[in-house]
């Protein structure tokens, strides 16, 4: 018999039709959020399941749909994934790392200088039109080129940021990753690894690329943003949840650090409502790997891990051990 998956969010029609090809593939082309329980309700009977990032694969769900093998995330992050209670099931779990990187750090660079550069506030003044007259004093911002820029969480995306800072902008870098680079990556990013309070005090610009984990949870509160430069910028493409949002928005209203550039929220696309009133930031809804040629990849990924682990029993890239069973 046909083995099923559900796939549980609108996608590429073309990444259907490539699964459609292995599987009786059940799609929500109209973009239905589903509750957990609608989530179940979905997937049972079935073998596996393309996620996308936010649907919660836990205990609760693995419990309810004994014949699911495997779930395959449409992004590098997976921490909608209880990947303890997915092993204890017997369920794999895949990731689409690689393919998003540049993209990513594009995406990253981009709001470092549009929150630098204070673009995002000036815009809204043109747009409102309180242009009137240049002044020697008009949306003052702080410079990138010659900066210090610093880096929480040195992975592919991290590295490729710090590259895009000292290559091109011939930025000082530095870091703090739980464990220090290679020598030889140190070199390509010509970054130096430093402790979590350097960073904090000495950056120009601060750019969190870390996972979201119960031990990232509000990695930079408020103790974090008083030690801060006041002249500093902090910019978060990471998960939400590493912020603690209230007292980013409480920093930027006292000017306890000089700007924010957000494409991650807690609880998102919930926005803390003091994040939206304060002038001094750029806020994108987590576009960090939105370009067509990078979402396609992650797409095709994501359909590759399950075809390669439902059909061919061995998926690309996957993140908790293979369930003997199918291995
Ligand atoms: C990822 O892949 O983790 C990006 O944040 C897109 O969801």
């Not at 049972?44 to 399941?49: E, H, V, Y």
């Not at 900066?147 to 040195?154: R, V």
């Not at 996972?211 to 493409?237: D, F, Q």
Request: hydrophobic share 45%; with cysteine; net charge neutral.
């Amino acid at each position: 018999m046909q083995q099923k998956i559900l796939i549980s969010r609108a996608i590429f029609p073309e990444v259907i039709a490539k699964l459609a090809q292995h599987f009786d593939v059940t799609s929500n082309q109209d973009d239905v959020l589903w509750t957990p329980s609608q989530l179940i309700e979905q997937l049972a009977c079935k073998q596996g399941i393309f996620t996308t990032g936010g649907e919660r694969i836990d205990a609760a769900l693995l419990a309810a749909c004994p014949d699911l093998r495997i779930c395959a995330n449409m992004a590098v992050g997976y921490n909608n994934f209880d990947l303890d209670a997915m092993t204890a099931a017997g369920v794999l779990g895949t990731n689409a790392p690689d393919v998003l990187t540049e993209t990513t750090a594009d995406l990253g660079f981009s709001l470092l200088m549009a929150t630098a550069r204070r673009l995002a506030e000036s815009e809204h003044y043109l747009r409102a039109g309180l242009w009137t007259r240049w002044r020697y004093d008009m949306f003052i911002g702080a410079d990138i080129h010659g900066a210090t820029l610093g880096i929480l969480g040195m992975g592919r995306i991290g590295q490729g940021i710090a590259r895009r800072g000292a290559h091109g902008f011939g930025m000082k870098v530095i870091y703090h990753n739980r464990t220090r680079l290679d020598a030889a990556t140190e070199a390509d990013c010509k970054a130096c690894y430093v402790s979590k309070e350097e960073l904090l005090r000495t950056a120009d610009h601060l750019v969190l690329v870390l996972p979201y984990s119960a031990s990232s949870h509000h990695a930079i509160g408020a103790a974090e943003l008083a030690r801060m430069k006041p002249s500093a910028t902090l910019v978060n493409i990471a998960r939400g949840g590493i912020v603690d949002d209230a007292a980013l928005a409480l920093a930027l209203r006292n000017r306890t650090i000089a700007a924010a550039g957000l494409d991650v929220f807690e609880g998102e696309p919930k926005v803390h409502p003091d994040l939206l009133t304060v002038p001094n930031i750029v806020l994108t809804p987590h576009i960090g790997s939105a370009s067509l040629p990078t979402r396609l990849a992650m797409a095709h990924l994501a359909a590759d891990n399950l075809i390669g682990y439902l059909v061919n029993k061995k998926a690309l890239t996957p993140l908790n051990p293979a369930p003997a069973a199918l291995a």
